[in-house]
């Protein structure tokens, strides 16, 4: 599970991506997406991170309604990757110490970042008040990590 604030522009862009990546590499893996806030429950996909993803290739059908995560979501992940520190300290909070250990930032997975790099260093951009550009940005850092979520998940269930 991807996880963002308002689950409208970068979880469901992770999860478009993740998605098509796992397909892919022909592993049958369920990803899905949500939102710390409940601020955009049942909204679609944000037009702007819609037309980045059609720009790039990405099919990132209808379906999408964004919700809020439950903290009883949670057990029944075994990867949540958090789009931010401040997400991921949200889901560590709601999650028993064994589920916490499975919150991970997704740009811990990126060949770029620093092994060491704290969870504030690994947030990816919010491109929620900027224009085109700032879609562009993001999709590329999601698209930086999303080949080692998908080696990390293929190891995982080798």
Known sequence: MTVCTGNICRSPMAEVVLRSRFEAAGLDVEVDSSGISDEEQGNHL??????????????????????RFAPTDLPARDLVLAMTAHHARALRRAADPDVAARVVMYRHFDPAARADASDAELDIA??????????????????AAADGVVAYVRDAIS
């Not at 991170?49 to 309604?65: C, K, S």
């Not at 919010?126 to 698209?143: K, M, N, R, T, V």
């Open 126 to 143: 919010d491109p929620w008040y900027g224009g085109p550009s700032d879609f562009e940005a993001c999709l590329a850092q999601i698209e």
């Open 46 to 67: 944000d037009r702007r991170a819609r037309a980045v993803l059609v720009a790039h290739g990405y099919d990132p059908a209808d379906a999408h309604r964004a919700r």
